[in-house]
């Protein structure tokens, strides 16, 4: 005979949101009542249900595999309110352009066209649309009186309009 359906009491269990049904069928799927499965029994209660997601798909399966065990509720909640993620397609873009720099100065003062040929005009890469500049001067030559012309040097060097977007 077929195990008994979690959605035993349709009448109920339809008045109810996705989110809490999936809550109650892993509820029911715990024993400990602690709201924690192990990793091959959370996989296996998600097979049985269609919580809106790819239950397959190797991008659930590389998610899945980053725990032990599963905090079911916490995992619904955190489904539901992000919208359901149905591949990689559907994350967030978190590619970053970084654009990195790093000067021996020698005991001197860099000028603000030094810096732009460095950020915007080297032969090994530009700045232009990178997400984080950083820009390391070492060797920097700092004298009480040149401290005004170093503040927002790199700022200055960018240009008011690149300089804007960080």
Do not use: C
């Not at 949101?17 to 809550?23: Q, T, Y």
């Not at 249900?49 to 798909?57: A, K, L, R, T």
């Not at 915007?120 to 009480?144: C, M, Q, R, W």
Request: proline share 8%; glycine share 6%.
């Amino acid at each position: 005979p077929a195990p008994p359906s979690p959605w035993h009491n349709e009448v109920n269990m339809a008045s109810i949101s996705a989110a809490e049904k999936l809550k109650a069928v892993f509820r029911q799927s715990n024993p400990a009542g602690d709201g924690y499965l192990a990793r091959p029994e959370f996989v296996d209660v998600l097979h049985h249900v269609d919580p809106g997601i790819d239950v397959g798909s190797q991008h659930f399966n590389d998610f899945v595999d980053q725990f032990s065990t599963v905090d079911s509720a916490r995992f619904v909640d955190t489904l539901y309110a992000h919208g359901v993620p149905t591949g990689p397609e559907s994350q967030p873009k978190l590619d970053l352009k970084v654009w990195l720099g790093f000067v021996k100065l020698d005991d001197k003062i860099p000028t603000r066209p030094a810096l732009q040929k460095l950020l915007y005009h080297s032969e090994k890469g530009t700045a232009e649309d990178a997400d984080v500049i950083a820009l390391f001067l070492t060797d920097l030559f700092i004298h009480p009186e040149s401290t005004d012309n170093l503040r927002q040097l790199l700022r200055k060097a960018m240009g008011e309009e690149r300089a804007r977007h960080y």
